[in-house]
């Protein structure tokens, strides 16, 4: 009380006494901007003994105290429910990692986590701003929590705040965007989410977009709300500094750091401990993952890109680089697979290719984005590499491993972009005949430098045609890619059941293909017993039919990951058939 008076705040306090403002009684001091109190307003203590009410000594005080009124849930004084929390992830898969992270540090500091949007206290949007679009969706869903707040506003008040890249574009934006957001936090400000929450409880609005240099949060244990119990997300590094013109990324995300190997490694072997059979590494350019907190003070070495790429900042130095993360992580579980995106194609070392061939368990499935088949357009677009580079190392990916599948992402109707162009990034898709694409029109993004340097000369109609050109010929080949898969066998990862019928399974092959079976008793060729595959199982399916984008088979058996790939990958159909007919059936219950 003694300090709300010296600084002159209006407190009311509920048991009828009431501090009146002070501006008159006080003055600051010109040279050490010191607040002083003029000499004849009485003290705290006079003021107080002045206005008090008399007390009677024999009075028995009330055990309820309304000011704390708001901790508790009843007459008995039971400490109130914790405050829940529900986020909405929208765009890559690293606002869904982020999101894990962000339970994570709510539920540290005692907040739980609601099963719905309607029972939360407070609901989190963790955005995106890579396009327009994505933007709008997340304007649109701030309108439809507005009508809420507005009917909560005097039983339940809802909190609203934006995070991720969105509220590190727009910041103080969103803040005065009519009463619709009550938090704003960047990717780098989860840990303050407490501090900012305090705060937007008492009435207040409150932001933190401040970028760091080195936040990781590699000691954050994720909750794991957006895993199927086998697949995992693990984040190992965050940024970029690749600057390309058309994307915001950089700025919304900062520059590159990598997290500690061993922290890494660490959570890695907690998930194969939980039974985890796949884990997918994450990064904005996460093969450029460089970790040299680990090797300080030893000599350290360049990084080594892929031939015909270069970047436009000095070449760093290394200490443990991505192929020696993915050659330790591998080590760890030989029955967990490993996947990672989204990298930048320069970092395709062929030391990384080779280990992808030589390790079981690092997929044969690569995501190397293009952007655009133009050398003038990926010139614009500050890529780094010409159309040349960039089949030379698609060629030489498929000369080190030769069934490795493909996925890019591909950008129509960027500055300047001519018809030629286009075509260019048409015989492309031709030329490399993707496995999966992400497929988008050009978005104009503010402080991006082609914001700055470009005009945006694109007409929508033209950017739309260009984009359903790229479409329609990236599923025509595709379609023609999956009819050879007829025939073949596939080590399938058992996801689940499919959405469309509970007696169909789903899963990925090795090189990323979902494909999808009858749901039948198989043999197990592990123990010999007969059972229905389950989420986590290896399953090898024999491919009998192509939907275009997903393959469907019949499953021969269950099998370890380790096996497939030391002696039954090598078999033909029928030599598989005859050898798990020929296996001896367990004694022990079937399913």
Known sequence: LRRCYERRMFVTVRSGICFPSLPRYIRVHSTTQRRVLSPEIPTLDQFLKETAPPVDDNEELSPNIPYLNHLTTDDEAEPAKPLAVWIESYGCQMNFSDTEIVYSVMESSGFTRSTTEEDADIVFLNTCAIRDKAEQRIWNKLSELKSTKKKRSKTR?????????????????????????????????????????????????????????????????????????????????????????????????????????????????????????????????????????SVEGEELKSANYAEGFQTIYKTPKVGVDFTELVDKISLIDPEMRIRFTSPHPKDFPDDLLHLIANRHNVCSSIHVPAQSGSTAVLERMRRGYSREAYIKLIEGARAIVPEISLSSDFISGFCGETEEDHQDTISLLKLVKFDEAFMFAYSEREKTPAHRKYKD???????????????????????????????????????????????????????????????????????????????????????????????????????????????????????????????????AATE
Not at 218 to 234: E, F, L, Q
Request: net charge neutral.
């Open 157 to 293: 008040p809802l909190t609203v705040g934006v995070l991720g890249c969105m509220a590190e574009r727009l910041k103080m934006q969103l803040l005065e965007s009519d009463k619709m957001v009550d938090i704003v936090a960047g990717p780098d400000s989860y840990r303050s989410l407490p501090h900012l929450l305090s705060h937007a409880r008492s009435g207040q609005q409150a932001i933190n977009v401040i970028l760091s240099q080195d936040e990781t949060y590699a000691d954050i244990s994720p909750v794991r709300v957006n895993s199927n119990g086998v697949s995992a997300y693990v984040s190992i590094m965050r940024g970029c500094n690749n600057m390309c013109t058309y994307c915001i990324v950089p700025f919304t995300r900062g520059r590159e750091r990598s997290r500690p190997y061993q922290s890494i490694l660490k959570e890695i072997e907690e998930l194969s401990e939980q039974g985890f059979k796949e884990v997918i590494l994450l990064g904005q350019n996460v093969n450029s993952y460089n970790d040299t907190s």
């Open 457 to 587: 000369d694109i007409p929508d109609p033209v950017k739309k045609r260009r984009l359903q050109e790229v479409i329609d010929t990236f599923h025509d080949v595709l379609a023609k890619k999956n009819d050879l898969e007829i025939g073949t066998m596939h080590l399938v990862l058992v996801e689940g059941s499919s959405k469309k019928s509970e007696t169909v399974l789903k899963g990925r092959s090795d090189t990323s293909k979902k494909v999808l079976f009858p749901d039948v008793p198989l043999l197990n060729t592990r123990n010999g017993t007969k059972v229905h595959a389950k989420p986590g199982d290896y399953v090898m399916v024999h491919i009998q039919a192509s939907t275009g984008v997903s393959l469907t088979g019949v499953a021969l058996g269950i099998t370890t990951l380790t096996d497939w790939h030391k002696t039954l990958k090598h078999s033909s159909v029928e030599d598989l058939k005859a050898t798990l007919d020929a296996h001896p059936i367990s004694a």
